[in-house]
């Protein structure tokens, strides 16, 4: 099962960007599904997720700033960045997690450089 993930690209710092991520929609529901991303020469770290119920989870540094969504009529889940920064620069990769099963996306580059 892949995940497609699109949205990246470069822009300036304070701009903006929203990603997306098709999800098959075998597994598109009782799932949690979420954003996270990885930096040159750091850890995949966590940025958003969101429940089947709407629940949403936003680490600090994007408090704000990103808003997660997810679309049911069309299997798609979101990320919308806005006033981003330097440092939000990174591979973002897509999650669904169901029934402790992991399904991973690509990854899409944003790139925030002035």
């Known amino acids: 099962v892949q995940l497609q993930a699109s949205g990246g690209g470069s822009v300036q710092p304070g701009g903006s960007l929203r990603l997306s991520c098709a999800v098959p929609?075998?597994?598109?529901?009782?799932?949690?599904m979420g954003w996270y991303r990885q930096a040159p020469g750091k850890q995949r770290e966590l940025v958003a997720t969101i429940s089947s119920g709407g629940r949403s989870y936003y680490v600090d540094s994007v408090k704000g700033r990103f808003a997660i969504s997810r679309d049911n009529a069309k299997n798609t889940m979101y990320l919308q960045m806005n006033s981003l920064k330097p440092e939000d620069t990174a591979v973002y990769y897509c999650?669904?997690?169901?029934?402790?099963?992991?399904?991973w996306g690509q990854g899409t580059q944003v790139t925030v450089s002035s």
């Open positions: 929609g075998g597994i598109f529901s009782l799932n949690v």
């Open positions: 999650n669904v997690r169901r029934y402790s099963v992991d399904y």
